[in-house]
């Protein structure tokens, strides 16, 4: 069982960056694909970015593209999110997730652990 801990969320204007920062509780970290996701008041929970056991493939979904960068620590058992250029629209309850698979994948069922979320609120 992974446990994961997300923080460093909060509320931020429009335009300004945040660092979320997810710590798991296994020292097998290196061996689970990482990914972000996030869900808005009333809507499903979407892809937001992915990242392999090395780091060295990522991936994104379009509507953050560009401003936003997964990264992982593998020493520190963390992956973090850095958010710049944040819009209102980004506003959402943002969850890491675990994927024992051995691809990257932006489908929300292949993760099997996740953590209790974190609140993004981006003020205009």
């Known amino acids: 069982q992974v446990q994961l801990v997300e923080s460093g969320g909060g509320l931020v204007q429009a335009g300004g960056s945040l660092r979320l920062s997810c710590a798991a509780s296994e020292r097998s970290f290196s061996s689970y694909i990482m990914g972000w996701f996030r869900q808005a008041p009333g809507k499903e929970r979407e892809f937001v970015a992915t990242i392999s056991q090395s780091g060295a493939s990522t991936s994104y979904s379009d509507s953050v593209k560009g401003r936003f960068t997964i990264s992982r620590d593998n020493v520190k058992n963390t992956v973090y999110l850095q958010m710049n250029s944040l819009k209102r629209e980004d506003t959402a309850v943002y969850y890491c997730?675990?994927?024992?698979?051995?691809?990257?994948?932006?489908?929300?069922?292949?993760?099997?652990?996740w953590g209790q979320g974190a609140q993004v609120t981006v003020s205009s």
């Open positions: 997730a675990a994927s024992a698979g051995s691809i990257i994948t932006t489908r929300p069922n292949a993760y099997i652990y």
